[in-house]
């Protein structure tokens, strides 16, 4: 089955931009998504790619698809305080209604 | 529009009870429903799924079964509570016959003591 790897911690200081990693083995993945956890909550649709994009760009998220490494990406320009919560990565691939989900980076934001 | 429900909220219960978690769908007709659980420091284990009345499919054989008595209704159940049955516990929906992002509850913090 597919395994999806993110790290499990990311730290930066406020006005800096954040970098979330997720890397998968499935090349059948067809629709890949962010979600985004804030404490104590569901987990909420950031963004999502389509597997023959490179890169997609909604206000200060980019996210950028390399499917040759199997590697996504989200960049989170200008993070602030608000954006302190646990990403998640997670891939579908065409034809499943079952996303297989990383197991979430935790982003913590420093004034 | 469409919502979904999840209750309660937190649920504290003793070892060898039972379990009842509800969880509802409104605004859309035979979603796709699931039920994950959160492990403290792990990510989403997908317990359940449901693609229609009384169709259940299991993707992990533990103490905890699932039903689906309405199109918009999801029940995850036990009949006794084990101390590894504690976690957060949040159901989703997506959209019948499409590949799309699943939404989700507020989730339900369970401790079982």
């Known amino acids: 089955g597919e395994d999806v790897e993110q790290s499990l911690f990311l730290s930066v200081r406020e006005g800096d931009s954040s970098v979330i990693n997720c890397t998968y083995t499935d090349s059948s993945s067809t629709y890949l998504y962010w979600y985004k956890q804030e404490p104590g909550a569901g987990l909420q649709l950031l963004t999502y790619i389509f597997s023959n994009m490179d890169m997609k760009q909604d206000q200060r998220l980019t996210v950028l698809l390399n499917k040759k490494d199997k590697h996504l990406s989200l960049r989170i320009a200008d993070t602030q305080t608000g954006d302190s919560a646990i990403y998640f990565c997670a891939l579908q691939a065409g034809g499943s209604y079952i996303p297989t989900f990383g197991r979430g980076t935790s982003l913590i934001v420093h004034p | 529009s469409q919502t979904i429900h999840q209750w309660p909220a937190t649920l504290v219960q003793p070892v060898g009870s039972p379990l009842s978690l509800e969880c509802t769908v409104e605004?859309?007709?035979?979603?796709?429903l699931y039920w994950y659980r959160q492990a403290a420091g792990r990510g989403l284990q997908l317990l359940f799924y449901?693609?229609?009345?009384?169709?259940i499919s299991s993707e992990v054989p533990q103490n905890l079964s699932a039903s689906r008595p309405q199109d918009r209704q999801f029940i995850l159940s036990s009949k006794k509570l084990l101390l590894s049955d504690s976690g957060f516990y949040l159901c989703a929906w997506s959209v019948e016959g499409a590949v799309t992002e699943a939404f989700f509850g507020q989730g339900t913090r369970l401790t079982v003591v």
């Open positions: 605004g859309t007709s035979n979603p796709n």
């Open positions: 449901s693609v229609g009345i009384g169709q």
